[in-house]
């Protein structure tokens, strides 16, 4: 954490100093907005956080409900949501208050008598190294909480306006704010008053059933339910043992439980098998009562017994698969594409079972992702070329999630006499385990994700795919530090350059990165302000850190920042012995330079003898100043 | 972190449910309370912190300020106030915002250019193994904002009471509220107004110059000064490279500077040597300016230069070792000692040079060894007989803590050419590292720590220091965990049952726990609350967790809790292959109970065959129920 540069810092340093729109907000919702966000989900409250963090960019998030968020269904969280919320500054605090994912036990029916469950084997549910973070559960609720909390600490002091319902919108064709959206109270004193706010651009994280969706007429599309649950959030005492670890239970009656542990190790989840429901069935499995799920859960669990103390919430549901036609509305206009107003995130994109722990993490990339575009654009840092490739990235992530949930959850519902091996279930929970993660996301080849040429400079860092972190010593301190956690949502580019053995090629680098007339630093960050306002640059070298003598280090290594123009010195790292980077990551021992985009994904490898291909990659991605 | 055992927890779970007088807090300070604390730094608020967890005891903390402290002078963190703050639940914030000492570096006049200074020598400053926590420097006020916000979110609703200066007391002989303080608000509306609160317990935590102390008749004793520092927080450009470690520099010309550096990765804080204090200087030496001690600074660093850009604070001062001649007014009154009223913490028992970072962690322990024993005593848990320990306890440490500081600041002000041998500087700083670390307390025999009979059984745990963490594995979930994370600052004791090979003596253990007559759970803990209400008793297993049988556990490791007497889940653990606790610790194989206080330090050690001798250790500190 950097602070005190610009003078001493008082009180909690994670409060940044207000900036720009930030030193004056107004309260109320202005009648004409940079982005106008509907629905403070984890979709909506990402993009708001992320949002913050860019102080001349009117931001304003707009939720139905009239108040925070208190009780919510969403709670698996990936190791990959867990690493983007470190870089939201809250990644330590949501692990000590979560429940966390470690082994999963299988249990069938006992071979000796088939009314009984037994324990049939235990998988460890967090692939060793994929991840330095865990694997969570947690209500949503608390995930909402510290992005709204990260909003609020930004430069732009991001607030949720409550109380207000999206009716509908225009875009127009021309005009500074071209969406013209009506809104109506849903609260307060003048509860059922509308009024109009114009925008640049409107986000639509509404949910399953977005009006945002179908005001640019937009529709989610998919299967028919044919399998009910019974889900319920319980206090219980029970005797079965596993009560406290994830569990998939197949009974001799061909029902079954998914048992999710959740946080402050009393309360669980149960997913109770209500079987098919005929196709005549109109609704009716949807009158299942608590108790009729309680009781089948008994039945399922015996031997063993529930005995249910206190029902927290407890829900009726059929699976459903569906995802919308369209991300933005590019489309959604006769004649030609154009560049993209309205775009939708989340849920309103894409709805499936709850069982494999998605929803809300693949919700919080789509926000993600689209957040700092949008930052960058409205801020003059990017053209507007940037904002179509977030549908272009995440219309396939979502179709990747539908596929892969469906055949989670026909499994999952499968009688045991059913499956081709006893195992069939499991192995495919092994073999897929890297997608619920969250690590499956692999951008293709595009403006932001380069072709890979250059991959071998660095195999452990596949281009497309999210950063993957590893500890690095830094050299100042001597403090032995994960390099991704200091990725912060700050909306800048991550440049690593990893030196070559001698570091000669590196100083040549370095030289042309400070002076040469196409170097990136010189074309696209703006003279005055920070020196790593743009780009966040790294050294790793290879040699142990005793012996990267700093007086020796370019200076473009220590940028000077704030009104001091004092020397930053967290940007020198060197591999640690035992735990080195570049044997970790497989970085060349000839260097590479490593480029990390505002959201972690490695964006271009390239070799340290290059130069103009650095400038050339991010042409279309950033303004010259 | 366990919740929701009350029922589902709508917001943040380290917000406890209110309780007793925290149900309903007045906000004016009360005419009658039972503990009156004055003074709100470090002693001060870890008191009100820990005293907050009681929820049937009024404290009420009044500091003259009319504000939340903004720019303290401490700074140095001890790994051994990093474990407290774990308890507190604040260790990983504050580690995140803090700066992380490791190495120290030596340098020392250029033998081949006595004007220059070299680096001789590289030391690190954290133990490898001491503890599992780095040493920090941030400044105090983030730490007295994270223990407020304790005392805050603890079920009594501890706030600090601003804007009173305290002016006398008097002990009466008897009476429910012996203590009348006499208070004068010192800001707001009625400034200048006096009123007296009665009180059961004062605690003096207001600093050097304590007027609680003086009002029970105590001083500072000790030595003159006679050597003086500038001390000062800069925002700076230098070319000295080792501006982010600490190092300890010795000029050729015989001055010396220490360099601290700061939070937030640009601040650091010297001290800069400015002489011998003639006998006849009369205080000239603190009329030194800002210009000349940056210009001192200058001529010890040479060849570096310091280009100071920003001061936040500086100061002269002139270094003193001094010592209360008490610690409670038990020996104030003319006649038998009696049973103390008053008692001191902090820095009105003990001053010394701020150089080796140990003011506030000794106050620190100071109000935590109080604390839990005001709180006991006052909840009836425990008898008045136990307050007499504080004095008797803190009294060493303090003792210690002056005899160390004097000899490393002497060393610290000594020219080079003055020393045996070159490196005796840092030999001393290596030989008595565990000291600044804050693990050399010890306390010695006493009610409160029994004799070393049975050390034996757990040679790792020694009896009087602190429990020594260990990771070990929760059975019940699967998840990794330093068993001294879990040592909330709840105020009760720690029963750790280390099992025998095959169990069979900790099953008999565990029965007579639960069943026998003279078993301290059935003497001590009253019926009808939480099982676990004034022991926290936990099973280490030595075998690998997966061959733990939650189905064959004693009940006694399944306590029941909150309103449904749900089953706790979290008092299982196993030892882990590879970094097993029963080595890392010396757990004889025939397993061994040990007892930790609330304040972590071990207090006994037993075979698993003993019985009546646990009843017996807390006979003298609990009240049978």
Redesign the interface.
Known sequence: ?????H????????IEPAAGIGLNRPEELPDEVDVLIVGAGPAGIITAAQLAQFPNVVTRIVERRSHRL??GQADGIQARSVETFQAFGFA??LI??A??L??TEFWTPDPENPRHIVRSS?TPDTLIGVSEFPQLIVNQ??VA?YLAEFARNSPARGEVDYGYEFEGLEVEDSGEYPVAVTLRRSSGPDEGAARVVRAKYVVGADGARSRVRASIGGSLQGDQADHAWGVM?V???T?F?D???KSVIQSGDGGNILVI???????VRFYVDLGEVPEDDGGAVRATGIEQIIARANTILRPFTLDV??V??WSVYEVAHRLTDRFDDADSHPGARRAPRVFLAGDACHTHSAKAGQGMNVSLQDGWNLAWKLGQVLSGHAPEALLPTYSDERRVIAKNLIDFDKEWSTLMAMRPEDFATPGELEDFYIATAEFPAGFMTQYQESILTAGSEHQGLATGFPLGKRFKSAPAMRV????RAHLGHHHRADGRYRIYAFADADGSELNAWADWMLNGGDSPLRLFTPPGGDDDARFDVKLVAQQDY?DV???EVSPLFFPRL?P???????KVWAAIPGEDIFEERGISRDGAIVVVRPDHYVANILPLTSRGELADFFRPLLNEV
């Open positions: 954490m950097e602070f005190h540069h003078g001493y810092v008082r009180t909690d340093p994670r208190e009780v330590g605090r000590d208050e429940y966390q470690t082994d235990t609720t608390r909480d959030d206090l219980a005492v005797d043992p009560v406290r670890r542990p959740r946080e402050g190790n009393f309360l103390k206190d927290s919430w100042s301190d001597a403090v005793h003598d700093l007086l704030g001091f123009r004092l020397k930053s010195y967290e």
